[in-house]
């Protein structure tokens, strides 16, 4: 006797039986969680809540968090739709900071300020772009598994950003901080509201838009979508996969440049350590959880924003580990994982003379 996963003759993702199965539980899993180090789960929850969503401030700290991770999501999403699995988000996100500091220390001051912003954002996608092309070109090439390839030119990336704050692009006036100087004024992201957030939430919303409509409304995405499914029919349809596989992990490495060229330009105003925070992972489970739909990217990524802001008022308030919000971030992946599975699967027990010959 044994257990058999069998897929279902009919099946669909209804959304309220599916919303159900993934709150359950990671709720649960928190409550226990809690409990294990000692507090009480909904007092635990209420803080973290209020840490949050308690007032504007708190709300707009959720939007600056969640604006990294939508750009990081979108990049997963996009190469992920053609079943590349970029996993070095990070050291893109790390490149896209690198290249937009450059121009803000080095050039920025020598052009108009009308000009600075436009500029900056290019920076930022071709520091990503860039740092993906390597990756892509072995894929292309010569089917380098693209995982272990960008996964290792992330170790590389915060290398050479620690060699460029600590040693040539270090500020003589820093007194021993480890960091460039500050931006000049016309290379800071606008704010808005009075609060840190700032134009990259609607860059942002903006590539999730484009990318939405590219993916389901063009030739471009059919191909992307036909490649990811469908190898077999992409080469008899004359489709050229490689060239194809290069322009999706640049695209998904631009976006994810532009994520650290907002971090620099819109948050620290200068390259300092803080940058390689965990963001370009983070991405990986927002893609997943939007199910690689860029419109749901931006939702998931505010839920995750809010889980991890709302993890950080634990550490100041309740005095408890504000990694516990990682951990809540990996039961919510493995239940809509599990979700998903259980959605168009069930688990069917088999009798050992059931066995066919």
């Known amino acids: 006797m044994r257990l058999k996963l069998e897929k279902k003759a009919h099946s669909g993702l209804r959304i309220v039986p599916l919303t159900l199965m993934i709150a359950a539980p990671v709720l649960l899993a928190g409550a226990v969680l809690f409990e294990a180090v000692g507090a009480d789960p909904l007092a635990a929850y209420a803080v973290m809540l209020q840490g949050a969503l308690g007032n504007w401030f708190n709300c707009s700290e959720v939007l600056v968090k969640a604006i990294p991770l939508m750009l990081t999501g979108l990049a997963v999403a996009v190469a992920a739709r053609m079943q590349l699995w970029n996993i070095g988000c990070e050291g893109q996100l790390v490149c896209g900071g690198i290249f937009a500091a450059g121009f803000a220390l080095y050039a920025a001051d020598a052009l108009p300020a009308p000009a600075v912003i436009p500029i900056l954002i290019l920076a930022g996608f071709a520091g990503g772009a860039l740092w993906a092309l390597i990756p892509a070109l072995l894929k292309a090439r010569w089917n380098v598994n693209e995982i272990i390839s960008t996964l290792m030119f992330n170790y590389v990336a915060v290398i050479l950003m620690q ?195």
């Open 163 to 357: 060699h460029l704050y600590f040693g040539p692009w270090r500020d003589p006036m820093g007194r021993g901080f480890p960091g460039t100087a500050m931006f000049v004024r016309s290379a800071w992201l606008p704010r808005f509201f009075h609060t840190r957030i700032h134009l990259g939430l609607f860059i942002a919303l903006g590539a999730a838009l484009l990318l939405y409509y590219s993916l389901g409304h063009t030739t471009w995405g059919y191909r992307v979508t036909v490649i990811g499914l469908s190898p077999q029919a992409a080469r008899y349809a004359n489709f050229d996969a490689g060239r194809q596989q290069i322009a999706v992990l640049l695209i998904s490495g631009g976006l994810a440049g532009l994520a650290g060229m907002g971090e620099v330009c819109g948050i620290h105003l200068r390259l300092q350590q803080g940058l390689a925070v965990g963001y370009g992972y983070d991405g990986i489970i927002v893609a997943f959880l939007a199910y690689l739909n860029p419109l749901a990217v931006p939702l998931v990524a505010l839920l995750l924003a809010g889980l991890i802001v709302g993890g950080e008022q634990l550490q100041a308030v309740a005095h408890l580990p504000a990694s516990i919000s990682m951990v809540l971030e990996g039961c919510l992946l493995l239940a809509i994982l599990a979700a998903t599975v259980f959605s168009t699967h069930r688990l069917r027990i088999v009798r050992d003379d059931e066995e066919g010959p």
